[in-house]
């Protein structure tokens, strides 16, 4: 088997101030990395980064849905570790709760800015980056469940995440000959700020917990293991996949 481990790796996480960013995060630390945390609020990553060891995350703000923004946090962190390998994808937003047809057009755009846009801007300049240096990278980005099937009052929402899966296809298929690995990851239902509407009200939460055979919804940390692997060189063979981590909710 291949190396699992990231020893020497420097990987940017995007929505890293909480939630399944941060797990991803410290995961990718454990593993060896050094870590660029991003996300919009400097002061809640700088609350984040201080979970780490010393000179091992480094917290950049950054809104994703930005170009220039994302643009200035990979030259930033190439500025402070001398390169990035690794880019996970995981800042998204949701911001209407409600029948798709009724999603109001602030929130497709913002929706679409952040999930989609984000996501491609973000994969650009990680292949500049690697070009430029003339070597691999690994992108991972964080889809969802939604993406693969029929996500009632996330309609939307589910949308750009069934993009975000043809995006990493696509983007998989044309990177390959340069080295440059393209996966996604669906996770299920995990606990998380964004998922408290869910969690939150039983109806909802449990229509998800009867489907997974495991019984339960997940903690961030149990979605961490899979952007490890995918950013690793233990998955040196897989490009354009999508790593479904439900419980399997998908199957049920
Ligand atoms: N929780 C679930 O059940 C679940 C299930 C499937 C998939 N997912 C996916 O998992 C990913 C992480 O979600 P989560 O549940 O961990 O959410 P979360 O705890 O709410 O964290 C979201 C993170 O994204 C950041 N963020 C939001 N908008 C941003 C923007 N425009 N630019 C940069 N950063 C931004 C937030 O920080 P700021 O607000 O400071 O920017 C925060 O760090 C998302 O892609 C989500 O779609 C979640």
Redesign the pocket.
């Known amino acids: 088997m291949n190396e699992p481990g990231l020893a020497n790796k420097v990987i940017i996480i995007?929505?890293?101030?909480?939630?399944?960013?941060?797990?991803i995060a410290h995961a990718c630390a454990n593993a060896g990395a050094k870590v660029v945390l991003?996300?919009?609020?400097q002061e809640?990553?700088d609350a984040t980064a201080a979970t780490f060891a010393p000179g091992q995350a480094l917290a950049l703000a950054?809104?994703?849905?930005k170009p220039q923004e994302v643009d200035a946090l990979f030259a930033r962190a190439v500025e402070h570790f001398g390169r990035v390998d690794g880019l996970v994808?995981?800042?998204?937003?949701?911001p209407y709760f409600g029948p798709l047809v009724d999603t109001p057009d602030a929130a497709m755009e913002k929706t679409f800015?952040?999930?989609v846009r984000?996501y491609l801007y973000g994969a650009r300049a990680m292949v500049k980056h690697a070009r430029a240096r003339g070597g691999a990278a690994s992108i991972v980005n964080?889809?969802?469940?939604?993406g693969l099937r029929a996500a009632p009052m996330q309609g939307f929402?589910g949308m750009t995440?069934a993009a975000v899966i043809s995006m990493t296809q696509t983007l998989a298929t044309e990177l390959g000959s340069s080295g440059i690995r393209v996966n996604a990851i669906?996770?299920?239902?995990?606990?998380?700020?964004?998922?408290s509407t869910?969690?939150n009200t039983p109806t909802l939460r449990d229509y998800v917990v009867k489907r997974s055979p495991l019984g339960r919804?997940?903690q961030?940390e149990e979605?961490a293991g899979a952007a490890v692997y995918l950013l690793s060189e233990a998955s040196s063979f897989t490009t354009g996949t999508s790593l479904v981590v439900d419980g399997g909710f998908t199957i049920g």
């Open positions: 995007t929505g890293a101030s909480r939630g399944i960013g941060a797990a991003a996300s919009r609020k809640d990553l950054c809104h994703t849905g994808s995981n800042a998204a937003t949701n800015e952040v999930n984000g964080v889809a969802s469940v939604a929402y995440k669906c996770p299920g239902l995990v606990e998380t700020k964004f998922a869910l969690i919804h997940a961030p979605i």
